[in-house]
């Protein structure tokens, strides 16, 4: 392919197809994942297609089960910096192998079940150009994400809510890294924007 020009179909396949390969040699099993799901969105006849949705189909179960064990723990609200929907980020958020509880505090310090939802990963589209391995939907049919980022020697869990009941997306926007003062930008991006969580000891 060459600089500057508009790739056909089986180049795309080829270009996303190494790089599947490139990140799961190095097991970065996320990445790998969605450039293999590249590989095979917009031709699903090819023989590198074809093996892209393969791998896919072996590697989500393991990708996930693993998901699944990280996010394990009960974990603590530390900063409510945006809430899609009122309540919706609970003080106690404790996630096992098979559920996910909501706990929100009383006035006597003791805390209560407001929620439980059963951890079960979206099914796999080969055709959602937003395909997301780990994307949980709950009864409601509410979209979930769960993230961890190790920020200042501490594990951090960030909930976003994809996609409300109501069917609409919901993102939060981030503009604080267009900022053209550098110094300016940079003591910005230090500010949470999105709410967050820490694991209880």
Known sequence: ????????????????????????????LNKALKYFH??????????????????IDSLLPMYRKDKTKRLSGRWKLKEL???????????IIE???SLIKFYQYKSDSKFELVRKERIKYSKYNSKDILFDPYSLEF?????????????????KLYP??????DGYHHHV???????INRKARRK???EETYTFYVKEK
């Not at 009864?139 to 594990?155: C, D």
């Not at 976003?160 to 009941?165: D, Q, V």
């Not at 926007?173 to 900022?179: A, F």
């Open 38 to 55: 590249s590989a095979q969105l917009f031709d699903s006849t090819s023989s590198k297609s074809k093996k892209s949705k393969e791998i």
């Open 95 to 97: 996630i096992t192998d």
């Open 139 to 155: 009864e409601n049919g509410e979209i979930w994400l769960f993230e961890i980022e190790r920020k200042l020697f501490k594990n």
């Open 188 to 190: 910005t991006l230090k």
């Open 1 to 28: 392919m060459k600089s500057g020009s508009v790739p056909n179909s089986e180049e795309w396949v080829d270009v996303n197809y190494s790089k599947g390969v490139k990140f799961l040699n190095k097991r970065n």
């Open 173 to 179: 926007i981030d503009e604080r890294s267009l900022i």
């Open 160 to 165: 976003t809510i994809e996609k409300g009941s």
């Open 81 to 91: 910096n945006f809430n899609p929907y009122p309540g919706s980020f609970s003080d």
